[in-house]
């Protein structure tokens, strides 16, 4: 990414400031059209992606030459770059200008409409690549050629095919083309959360939320890991992206874990692990839950507290996972000298720069308001807040603090996501053209009749490999496309398939061999990817598990009594406990390999129904006895000698 100076910061600048306040006064006072909104937020989201990522970072020169023509400086774009923003935000104005000819008119096209149409296309595939590699652009370029040569296809997948004139037509002058669902989404709603998160840490959230993680988490065994889970869950659920969870709070705790004697993949393997998980914590779930929402056209509301138990759950089960390393690498509380002091982290002003801005949020969402509306109020609470208390800073600086808020978030996080989300749309509308999803909805109802439970094997090794390499949102909705309405053909819920789909999409993060999230902690940490990513799924065992759960009972998604509902978090708890000493092989000392089966299964049966709970909480206490009397049985009986 480039550092831009001189009159090029200025125009970024401006273009920073233009939008955050495009999108602060449309959620707040005004409703516009999506092909509006669509267009508005991707000519600048496409400028600022061209003028801060370089076609590759290694070309970009201090000097002039070609060098500077095509890749630019660190501080100044390229020739190239500006001509690909006058092509790129062209066929957006066009859209502002002729919209209502284009809604009122359908199937009625110039040429030179799809030739501009067909210039958006390319910069959408260029600018995705440029910010987030190549394995978006890859997807997208497979389901338009699968579009382009269906008739190509042997078998069940093969198509009519459609011609380039029909593709980009549908890409850029239908609705549920470029400008559908996915570009609509992120510009009228998920844009403004995007801003929320940096807006809100900028102000002092960001350490309200360290200082109450150290407070609760520090005073346990392995005090610094839970520190880890508790600031990754508080920031995750602003952010909405694991890998900017992991680069943002793992910059702390990973060398905080380390120095205190953790071994450093077990420290990117929590990190990475409690990153992801941040996603799937309410309030905010990340991005992919709004788009859930609208999937189901249920209030983003129902999504938030169908995701709590999962959530708690899950997170628990990490602590649970970092308590028993701590037993076995003899790691302590954190110490006294880094805790922080309780009046302090409670004191008058903390409490109000966290509690009213993330209150104002919940209570707006609560009370059924449109969510853009909720984050654009609760974004003006805090930065009312921060302008009125932190008198002691110059009033200058105040400004300065926020402005670098909605500059970070907007050329560090929105501006690609503008641009790959609309590149994602594309992918979207070839597959509902093509019927690939109906395709592979057919063949997965077909292993059903096999076995449902490989089916739904199936669908979760599906929503894995699609989601390689791509961010959870992304891995999402292209999954959630191809593979939702092959789960209610099996009869399954609506929601908890969505669900189940989005848990794999952030999985898909920390399972090798692409795991994004793993490769950015490991970074951090210096530490060996796969053995990271080994440490990210033991750790994080909850997420492959629960969503299997889940599918079947409804009580994990809040429906049901609360007396049954707060018995299975009881239980949830307890397996996740009995899970984690399994995978990791420990619980007061190295367990042996019969013990681990036996923590396995236990934790897999207290998941379920009442009478498997109990029968798995026997069998827990049954593997704690034998851990504790120690019978002398070959093999399987078999304990090591040490700790490693």
């Known amino acids: 990414m480039r550092k831009l100076k001189g009159g090029w910061l200025i125009l970024l600048n401006l273009l920073v400031g233009g939008w955050s306040v495009f999108l602060l006064v449309t959620a707040l006072y005004m409703a516009l059209h999506p092909l509006i909104m669509g267009a508005i937020s991707l000519i600048f989201g496409l400028a600022i992606v061209f003028l801060v990522y370089p076609v590759h970072p290694r070309g970009m020169e201090r000097g002039g030459g070609l060098g500077a023509l095509v890749f630019g400086t660190k501080s100044a774009p390229a020739v190239l770059d500006l001509a690909l923003i006058v092509a790129s935000v062209g066929p957006c104005i066009y859209i502002l200008a002729e919209w209502e000819t284009i809604v009122r008119s359908p199937g009625m096209y110039e040429t030179y409409q799809l030739v501009i149409g067909g210039a958006l296309v390319l910069c959408l595939l260029e600018g995705t690549r440029r910010a987030l590699g190549n394995s978006i652009p890859i997807l997208v370029l497979f389901f338009l050629l699968y579009a ?7 078998g069940r997948f093969g198509h009519a095919g ?5 593709i980009l037509y549908q890409l850029y002058l239908m609705s549920e083309g470029i400008w559908g669902l996915l570009t609509d989404m992120t510009s009228r709603l998920i844009a403004l959360f995007v801003l929320f998160g940096p807006v809100l840490f900028a102000t002092g959230v960001g350490k309200s939320f360290m200082d109450i993680s150290m407070l609760l988490g520090g005073r346990f065994r392995g005090g610094a890991g839970h520190v880890a889970v508790i600031s990754s869950s508080f920031f995750g659920m602003l952010s909405g992206s694991s890998v900017a969870n992991a680069a943002t709070t793992g910059s702390f705790t990973i060398p905080t874990m380390k120095r205190l ?16 998980g941040g996603q799937i914590m309410p309030p905010i779930m990340g991005a992919g839950c709004f788009i859930m929402a609208e999937f189901l056209n ?17 997170f628990f089960g990490i602590s649970a996972g970092i308590w028993v390393e701590a037993g076995r690498h003899n790691l302590g509380k954190l110490p006294q000298e880094l805790m922080p002091k309780v009046k302090e982290v409670f004191g008058f002003k903390q409490v109000l720069t966290f509690a009213l801005p993330v209150g104002t949020l919940i ?25 009125v208390l932190n008198t002691a800073t110059p009033f200058i600086e105040r400004l ?13 996080a929105l501006a ?10 594309m992918a979207v509308t070839m597959i509902s053209l093509t019927g690939f999803g109906v395709k592979v909805s057919q063949l997965i109802i077909e292993l059903a009749g096999t076995s449902l439970t490989l089916a739904i094997i199936a669908t979760m090794l599906t929503a894995l490999i699609l989601g390689m390499g791509m961010t959870t949102t992304a891995a999402y909705v292209i999954a959630a496309a191809v593979l939702v309405p092959a789960m209610q053909g099996l009869g399954l819920p609506a929601l908890a398939s969505h669900l189940f789909i989005f848990y794999f999409a952030i999985k898909s993060g920390l399972t090798p061999p692409v795991c994004i999230t793993v490769f950015t902690t490991a970074a951090i940490a210096n530490s060996p990817w796969l053995k990271t990513a080994w440490d990210s799924m033991k750790l994080g065992i909850g997420g492959y598990i629960i969503p299997f759960y889940f599918l079947f009972m ?26 984690e000493a399994g995978v990791m092989g420990f619980l007061t000392k190295n367990s042996t390999l019969l013990e681990r089966i036996v923590y396995i299964a236990a934790g897999l049966l207290i998941l379920g129904n009442l009478e498997y709970s109990i029968a798995g909480l026997l069998l827990f206490g049954g593997g704690y006895l034998l851990e504790r009397w120690d019978p002398p049985i070959p093999v399987i009986g078999k304990r090591r000698a040490k700790a490693h």
């Open 416 to 425: 690609w996501l503008m641009v790959m989300m609309s590149c994602v749309q």
């Open 261 to 276: 004697g953790f071994p450093s993949h077990l420290a990117a393997g929590i990190e990475a692990s409690a990153s992801s």
């Open 363 to 387: 209570v707006l969402l609560a009370m059924f308001l449109p969510p853009q509306m909720c984050a654009a109020w609760a974004l003006v609470v805090a930065m009312v807040i921060y302008l």
């Open 148 to 154: 382009l040569g269906g008739d190509y296809v042997p």
């Open 298 to 314: 249920i209030s983003y509301t129902k999504v938030m507290i169908a995701g709590l138990v999962p959530a708690l759950i899950y």
């Open 554 to 579: 409804p009580g994990y998604l809040w429906e049901g009594s609360l007396w049954w509902i707060l018995y299975l978090i009881f239980s949830g708890t307890v397996a996740m406990f009995a899970l």
């Open 400 to 412: 300065k603090v926020i402005w670098d808020g909605y500059f970070q978030a907007v050329v560090t």
């Open 162 to 166: 459609f011609d380039m004139e029909e």
